[in-house]
């Protein structure tokens, strides 16, 4: 299988029911392979030169890059539109913070701010704050931008970009049928944790009563060790309302691994305004 074939075979979105992609349109990075600590980086000038066939960033001096944080719509109109916007800055002069190590397609996650515009302006908080793309915490090592959270969040509420269609909006854990329809996908879920199973090298959150039949968030180790010690264990977790984000499994039903503690939100007082 050829290089590109590969990438498209893994690509999150870009087939029918499939709900985002990433700033390429493809599968995420698992942590480690990508980032480093992008937002600590040094930031140095570069122009986006280009964007490749899947959507990727093309830089003058760095190559092919991704943004930090953020995944794109994976369909028009909306996917159309941000990919418009990054067209639009080709050439500008820009100050990227870029990870460490390349993913294995090569490319390193970024972040970039327009160096000729006063105030600079920050490509990943633009497009989600205009609604063309959604915060994926769990594309890097470390989340460094929690903002995002808060920029998606009034983005939703107004209902700008994708969050006025119903499709890339939080999905309710008690349909099944429906989260089926939408294995392989990077979604958005509401719902209340039923119970949590602690084991040694796993936590899980479960939302129903038949684990072959419901939803299941599985938490490894490390990362429910961190949700810990930011209290967000146990005891503040059972029978709270939460949103969550991932990439859709089909194991006992459904369920998605969370990596990084950013990617489950508690939803105080109930579900919030979408």
Not at 63 to 82: E, K, M, T
């Amino acid at each position: 299988m050829t290089g590109s074939a590969l990438r498209t075979s893994l690509t999150i979105g870009l087939g029918a029911g499939l709900a985002f992609a990433s700033l390429g349109g493809l599968a995420r990075s698992a942590p480690g392979e990508g980032a480093g600590a992008v937002c600590s980086a040094e930031a140095r000038p570069d122009r986006l030169q280009d964007l490749s066939p899947e959507g990727d960033l093309v830089l003058a001096s760095l190559g092919p890059a991704l943004l930090a944080g953020v995944r794109l719509p994976d369909a028009p109109p909306y996917r159309d539109q941000a990919l418009a916007w990054l067209r639009e800055r080709a050439g500008e002069p820009n100050l990227v913070q870029a990870g460490e190590r390349s993913d294995r397609w090569g490319r390193k996650s970024v972040r970039i701010r327009s160096g000729g515009a006063m105030p600079s302006l920050d490509w990943s908080h633009s497009l989600v704050e205009a609604g063309l793309a959604i915060t994926d915490a769990g594309l890097d090592d470390t989340f460094c931008q929690p903002e995002l959270l808060a920029l998606e969040a009034t983005a939703r509420e107004r209902r700008l970009g994708l969050w006025a269609d119903d499709r890339y909006k939080p999905m309710d854990v008690n349909q099944p049928e429906r989260l089926r329809d939408r294995i392989g996908s990077f979604i958005l879920v509401e719902g209340r944790v039923r119970s949590i199973g602690e084991r040694k090298q796993r936590t899980y959150l479960n939302f129903g009563g038949q684990w072959a039949e419901d939803f299941t968030i599985i938490i490894p180790r490390k990362t429910w060790r961190q949700m810990s010690d930011r209290g967000m264990g146990a005891e503040a977790l059972k029978g709270r309302w939460i949103r969550a984000r991932g990439v859709l499994q089909p194991w006992q039903g459904t369920s998605f691994s969370i990596l990084i503690p950013d990617m489950i939100e508690r939803l105080e007082g109930g579900r919030l305004p979408r």
